[in-house]
């Protein structure tokens, strides 16, 4: 049989409306992934509604009883609650499934996976359906696994400065609408997205407030970045804000390394790995920041340097499109690992 | 003789027409001190203007030999240029200076001052200089020293959000301006006080890049808040990461104390210490946010929790109003301890 990945695709995207959606269709475009046949579906409100694929108009459907059949993968970007529902029944008609939702991702038999950082566990995807990690995950996984394989991880310290877009269209639109507001010298409306005012503001609060006053946005970045990484003993400790930015994630990361890696080691590792650049020029005002994700496909890593208050001690700052390689870009990537395992 | 906190100081205000100089003239209004005379100044540019304080308007002048003549205190905000140049000769003709610039932070014989944490050191100010700390050391030694006293300092890990009034009115008005302009679909200008674009984006760099790879704010952060808090060699990194929020300095704090505090022990340390408000009730989303700020003399802190990652582990958040307790606040406090100690 021809290995799949010769094969065009037949693709289901399930939340093909929303802003995770449409940037799949985006990225399979920038990728140039052969698809044969593409099936958007999306909640009964948005169906009838066209997306523009390639050269075609595609007709958005509701999803029903037989909608993946003869698709090879769905990749579903629909939240929790759709993914529980109709991921097992896309599994029930043959199709393999990436979720894009955290709705499996604590599952021990759904291995978690950033593509260039463990793609091999999606062989092992023993029910067929692989998670898509949150994209602070993502990101922390992309420029920690080569410092662990170059020198142990010791221990994590990891702030977060987090997009509106995390929240989707929505989000995005709730701030600028804020923002707007505010500069018009009109007090905003209550906030229905964010729990307080995000225009010029920072929230300390992503997510809902779990045990110990965590809240589950950190307590996701703790518990996937050990899943990924597998190092379930990995000491991480994570604070998780909101700031007023409308694309792009960042994080500020202070690292002890088990063995001596440096700051020139750490820049060498990152350097060649895969999925991340490496943005690192201090004296010319170079550094990642959510300006410069634009459509990046990789994370930028940057502020590379020794933290000399600890031993073997590195501090870095990475920013991701969460929109792109934090959500859609490696589902499209976990979907083309999927179809080469049903080779 | 009479002590001089019952006797209505004389006081110059050396950089009286910048943020920080019109809030001093705020804070001095607020805390009702006793103020029998006050003398503005700032650049010739600025000479001739008038500023209203309590029932008066003050005419602004341009220093000058003499200037300080009769003055028991001076407060500098007015840049390291203007401090080294003119706080000696403040000091010549017997006024006591408080320096709300890096000039003299650095200098073993200068103290560096928060008032609620070791206001004591005032009194050894043997130049008859202290320097007001930056708002960022300021707050963290406000949230460090209750835990310090209750149960050692082992470890500290800050990743801070910088507003933009850190650069004062210049700054507040480039990050108007480029975010009216991106609402309204036009390209901003080229930044001329921050290094990129500020508005809906964040810039890992606060101040100029020095040896290692940090900024100065982030040796800032280290050795003053070692300064301050007399323990010289407090583990301690920082990265320092400029918003888009106008006023309101925060900062997300792991910590690792070397006795056992927990979170409820840590909480009832930070809620009797003084220069510190707890805002900590997540159920009810409250937290600290520089949209609270307003124009709080206290360092709020919140997000209390522990950090099951390292032994004694806690993590917490604060915010500063960064031109009132971080800078304005501070210098009038250090004034009145300098007027006492010169009794």
Redesign the interface.
Known sequence: MKPPQHEPLVLALVGATGTVGRTVLEVLDDLEVPVKALRPFASPRSAGTTLSFRDDDLRVEALRDGAFQGCHVAIFCAGAAVAREWAPRARAEGCAVVDDSPAFRGEPDVPLVVAEVNGGAAAGAARGIVANPSSTATALALVLAPLRDAAGLR?V?V?T?HSASGLGQGGVEEL?KQ??DL?NLREPDPPARF???LA??????VGA?VD???TDEEAKI?SETRKILGEPGL???A?A?R????FGH?A?V?VATVRPLG?AGARAALAKAAGVKVVDD??Q?V?????LVGSEDAALV?????????EN?L?L?VSIENTRKGAATNAVQLAQLLARRSA
Do not use: K
């Open positions: 221990r310290v702030s400065y600028e923002a707007r500069l729990p307080h005012r010029f503001n920072v929230i300390p609060q407030f110990g006053g965590a703790v000491a991480i400790a604070t804000v700031v007023p930015v409308f960042s500020a202070n700051a201090p004296a005002r550094y990642p920041m959510p300006m940057g502020r590379l340097r020794e933290d000399p208050s600890q001690g501090a700052f």
